[in-house]
């Protein structure tokens, strides 16, 4: 499993554009790089997943360079309702004891007024 | 829409008792998944598994066991609870394993131990 390192808190306001960057040095060649959303008192729910170049959805936009040893998650204009912690998670598909997931710590995104 | 049901929100157990925590999910997916989240320590995998009666240890299993005698239903079993094993408890399942693959969430049991 690629090990990711992203930042542990990061601020902002409402209306601006966040960036949140994941760096994954050892990633493969089968690796897709998946963004999970987590609020509080909540379970993490699934908000975007790429293999390479750019992908939106309504929720954000996800960029990974050529080299995928690294993306960024990208929230457009957010709100007070962002705050939340994002996990990014590097892996390919896995069957049996290769199933699992794991998640790291997170970046803990507090938005202010 | 999937959905991962997790049988209590909040339980209180006292030291030594033997606890439950089910988990149900409707989407006929092969894989599920047992959580624990603390503050400041993101979410840690205990168990998971990927059939029926097939179970895997994560990364702190230890005071834990695991039962999965149907498809839709995973339960974590806390042989004797301790106070450290307060915590947020989250199952998750998904129809393929990986981290590639989305994961559903149930709501979360939060547990004390007294």
């Known amino acids: 499993l690629a090990k990711t390192t992203q930042p542990i808190s990061m601020d902002s306001y409402e209306g601006q554009e966040v960036n949140i960057t994941c760096s994954h040095n050892?990633?493969?060649?089968?690796?897709?790089i998946t963004w999970y959303q987590q609020f509080p008192s909540q379970g993490p729910r699934f908000i975007i997943q790429?293999?390479?170049t750019k992908v939106t959805n309504e929720v954000a936009s996800l960029f990974i360079p050529a080299d995928r040893k690294s993306s960024t998650l990208s929230l457009p204009r957010v709100s007070l309702s962002d705050t939340a912690v994002y996990y990014c998670l590097v892996g390919a598909s896995g069957y049996s004891s290769a199933s699992k997931i794991i998640f790291g710590s997170g970046t803990r995104l507090s938005i202010r007024p | 829409d999937v959905k991962v049901t997790q049988s209590s929100r909040y339980l209180v157990k006292r030291t030594g008792e033997k606890v439950f925590l089910e988990c149900v999910q409707d989407m006929d997916h092969e894989n599920m998944f047992w959580y624990r989240q603390d503050p400041g320590l993101g979410l840690r995998l205990i168990y998971f598994s990927y059939d029926v009666k097939m179970k895997e240890k994560g990364d702190i299993p230890e005071g834990y066991s695991v039962s999965r005698e149907k498809k839709e239903r995973f339960s974590l079993i806390l042989e004797s609870a301790s106070t450290n094993q307060t915590s947020m408890y989250l199952c998750?399942?998904?129809?393929?394993?990986?981290?590639?693959?989305?994961?559903?969430f149930g709501q979360g049991t939060r547990l004390t131990v007294v």
């Open positions: 050892n990633i493969a060649t089968n690796d897709y």
């Open positions: 790429g293999y390479k």
């Open positions: 998750a399942s998904s129809l393929m394993g990986g981290a590639s693959t989305e994961a559903f």
